[in-house]
């Protein structure tokens, strides 16, 4: 399991090729997205969608490598799968509200972005409690 945290670094030529990529979607989307804004602004809005759905396409990889290393920090730290399991939804719960209210925000719907980002932070905190509860039973296990 230690070689996901080794091919990381090995892999610096690979790094670069993915972050090309990604700045290159991201670019193409931004120069499309502001083209057809003010003639088809509905075609603006799918490509915007598009291209973020292209960039975690391209990312799907560095995520799967992600949770790989997750797990072999969970192994050998000996914490709790549940506590781990918190963890990473609670980081895909905030790019999925990110993501949601960045679309609202570009459709011209600031009002419900706020309201996303609102029920995303609800939804962390709620979700955040065991892992709070854990640090505090271990702080006082150790005092």
């Known amino acids: 399991m230690l070689s ?3 091919t990381c670094f090995e892999q610096k030529g690979e790094i670069k090729k993915l972050l090309f990529k990604i700045l290159g979607v991201g670019i193409v989307t931004v120069i499309l997205s502001s083209i057809l804004k003010n003639s088809r602004s509905d075609f603006s809005l799918l490509i915007n969608i598009c291209g973020g759905l ?6 799907i990889d560095g995520i799967t490598e992600l949770f790989d290393g997750i797990g072999f920090l969970s192994e050998n730290a000996n914490i709790s ?13 905030g790019y999925v ?3 949601c209210a960045d679309i609202a925000e ?11 980002i609102l029920g995303g932070k609800i939804a962390l905190c ?17 005092i």
């Open 81 to 93: 799968s549940s506590i781990i399991s918190s963890i990473v939804k609670v980081i895909g719960v």
């Open 4 to 6: 996901c945290f080794s």
């Open 126 to 142: 709620v979700m955040a409690f065991p892992i709070i509860r854990y640090l505090f039973q271990t702080i006082i296990s150790l």
């Open 97 to 99: 509200t990110e993501f």
């Open 106 to 116: 570009d459709s011209g719907n600031k009002f419900v972005a706020n309201k996303v």
């Open 54 to 59: 292209i960039i975690f396409y391209i990312l």
